[in-house]
């Protein structure tokens, strides 16, 4: 079975800083990835997915993370924190057979005034 | 497109009580999982539907958990009877057919067991 592996269950960025939240996965084949964010009392949202071609996949509201098949990873980063951002991060793995999603233990960013 | 529906968002229930909810996925999806999600954790799944039929049901405990997706569209999820550590959020979501479709997520049922 696959394994996702978010490091960091609490990250807090300033307003305008850098956001980087990691994620790793296990796997001997190249699955297809995804990053979700959660709002309070909300589903989860699509920011980006990753399938093939280009390594460097742009999303929603300033987002993009980068698939690194080397270091299995796939990182979320934004340049610049806003505060809107504050909200639970989530990976996920799909398998490329059988429609199979996994999912990391979540990532919460707060973003400092 | 219309999104994912779920109902209720909210049910407070006694422990042994039972409680159904209620998902209605996005036209055309063939793929339907329900999801648990306790306070901090991320989702785990609880069953995943093709059409009508169960492709995982691994992770259900089906001694008190049921569910069924009637004419491959709506599914119902049950508990009966409820306890305490049942108290969390059930996910709906579904997906096209087809490496790489993303789930689609509803907005949730946050279940209380008192």
């Known amino acids: 079975a696959q394994s996702v592996t978010q490091l960091g269950s609490h990250v807090s960025v300033s307003e305008g800083a850098l956001v980087l939240l990691r994620c790793n996965y296990s796997s001997s084949v190249p699955p297809y990835l995804f990053w979700y964010v959660q709002y309070p009392n909300q589903g989860l949202q699509l920011l980006l997915k990753?399938?093939?071609?280009?390594?460097l996949v742009k999303g929603i509201n300033g987002f993009e993370a980068e698939f690194k098949k080397s270091e299995t990873s796939f990182h979320l980063t934004k340049p610049s924190a806003h505060m809107s951002d504050a909200a639970e991060y989530f990976c996920a793995v799909q398998t490329n057979t059988g429609n199979q999603f996994y999912f990391g233990t979540g990532t919460s960013l707060t973003v400092i005034p | 497109e219309a999104g994912v529906a779920q109902s209720p968002r909210y049910k407070i229930i006694e422990k042994r009580q039972s409680v159904a909810f209620w998902c209605n996925p996005i036209s055309g999806h063939a793929t339907l999982y329900w999801y648990q999600q306790i306070l901090g954790q991320g989702p785990k799944l609880l069953i995943q539907?093709?059409?009508?039929?169960?492709?995982?049901d691994s992770q259900l405990p089906k001694d008190r958990f049921s569910a069924e997706r009637l004419k491959g569209v709506d599914s119902t999820l049950k508990i009966q009877p409820a306890k305490l550590e049942d108290s969390a959020v059930y996910l709906c979501?579904?997906?096209?057919?087809?490496?790489?479709?993303?789930?689609?997520f509803g907005n949730g049922t946050r279940l209380t067991v008192t």
């Open positions: 990753y399938t093939t071609g280009a390594t």
């Open positions: 979501a579904s997906a096209a057919t087809g490496g790489g479709s993303p789930l689609h």
């Open positions: 539907f093709q059409n009508n039929g169960v492709v995982d």
